[in-house]
């Protein structure tokens, strides 16, 4: 099983990471799956519109939902997640198959056992290496599901391809 995830500290770098980690491998011509997370700063607030954008270039979905001022549940539209899920998944059985699949956010969705959740096992379960974007807040769930299995990447861009070069050239 290959599976890495990696954690940054400033808020949006993961995304940000995986979105180039995303386009890296793409100019490389290395097939991938999944969804990279954009952040939009709202002009009214301190929180911010999140998109997903389906791998490699599918359609942009906005996960989040505006619950009203002074509303402090999650943000995250369950519905538009899942129909991310929906496209990734089919995205899985296409020909030829993706060589990576990218997680932009192991959250309390997939904690739960949503979310990208099953996307990732069924990659796995195929062969296909994962790289999964994990918040401090998830990473002893994300630990769990992974059954001491994974390994923790640093946050850097050139040691995240590295990691996905290795894992496509020598597949478990």
Known sequence: MQLTYVMTTERGATDRLL?????????????TAGIVQTNTECYDN???????RVLPEGETIRISQSLGEGARGCRLNPEALERAVGLVTSSLSLS???????VNKFGKHEADGR????????????????????????VEA????????????S???????????RAIAHPA
């Open 155 to 165: 946050p850097d861009l050139d040691a995240l391809v590295a990691w996905v070069e």
């Open 46 to 52: 301190k929180l911010c519109d999140m998109d997903v």
């Open 115 to 138: 979310g990208m959740r099953p996307i990732i096992a069924e990659a796995l379960a195929m062969g296909v290496p994962v790289v999964c974007g994990v918040n401090r807040m998830n």
């Open 19 to 31: 979105t180039a980690l995303a386009e890296q491998l793409a100019s490389k011509g290395i097939r």
């Open 142 to 153: 994300f630990q769990n599901f992974a059954e001491g299995l994974c390994e923790e990447a």
């Open 96 to 102: 030829p198959a993706p060589q990576v699949l990218l």
